[in-house]
């Protein structure tokens, strides 16, 4: 699966899997279904109400119509880079630069839906989508942006920070991992993820490296022989040192 690298203000980067063209597929074809649900029962509803007019079909358009229009742009403005159909296929739009995406940088994704997507049948997006090293449609080459798996496993909620134990009731098995940098702790949180989803010869070597590390850094010996877990309650205490 093809990645991105995205390198925050705060100079931390992160590593994103590019989301597959056949997910974006079916997130517009999702809301393709959202949206025609949405026009149909509004049509028979403001149909109705408009029924004892003599612009009953001009109110009805000028209503409905805006639905149709900007669904997306509104969706995704609103709900940093998703609508109903990337929520579910568990997508997002982000910039490739690593800053927040703004309203202009939606507003020219969604103007060039009408070359990419809609007056050549989709063709043009997937060719593009599928040759760029970035996964993007013009749409998204023009506003600097791509669309990646918002994979959940790698959010965490303020509920569970608010979960993790404080120096008051916790004594961190590491206190000189206060020096670390945020950066330090994410490269270590993406080689136990990558580790632990593929287990190959190359993440196995990683692993080991980072472990090497993390433990000379800490004056740590014998090297521990469970490295998943020593290097969680590294993280965790880094977290409870740090907050």
């Not at 050549?120 to 080459?141: E, F, H, L, N, P």
Request: charged letters at 20%; proline letters at 2%; a positive charge.
């Amino acid at each position: 699966m093809r990645s991105i690298e995205l390198q925050t203000t705060q100079n931390v980067t992160i590593n994103y899997d590019l989301a597959l063209l056949r997910d974006r597929i079916l997130a517009f074809l999702l809301d393709l279904v959202i949206i025609m649900a949405a026009v149909f029962i509004l049509f028979w509803i403001f149909f109705a109400i408009a029924s004892a007019s003599d612009y009953q079909e001009e109110i009805v358009y000028l209503l409905i119509m805006p639905i149709w229009t900007f669904y997306t742009l509104v969706m995704e403005s609103l709900n940093q880079g998703q609508t109903i159909g990337k929520m579910a296929l568990r997508i997002k739009v982000v910039r490739v630069d690593g800053q927040q995406m703004v309203f202009t940088d939606y507003l020219l994704r969604w103007a060039f839906r009408m070359v990419d997507i809609w007056f050549s049948a989709g063709s043009i997006a997937i060719v593009t989508i599928s040759s760029s090293t970035k996964g993007q449609r013009v749409g998204d080459m023009v506003s600097n942006s791509t669309v990646v798996k918002a994979n959940p496993s790698l959010f965490v909620s303020l509920r569970d920070v608010m979960k993790i134990n404080t120096t008051e009731n916790y004594s961190p098995a590491y206190p000189m991992v206060r020096h670390f940098r945020e950066q330090d702790m994410l490269t270590i949180k993406q080689t136990i993820e990558r580790y632990q989803k593929y287990q190959n010869a190359a993440h196995r070597e990683a692993l080991d490296l980072v472990t090497q590390s993390v433990c000379e850094k800490l004056e740590v010996t014998p090297i521990p022989t469970n490295k998943v877990s020593f290097l969680r309650g590294v993280i965790k205490d880094y977290i409870v040192l740090t907050r």
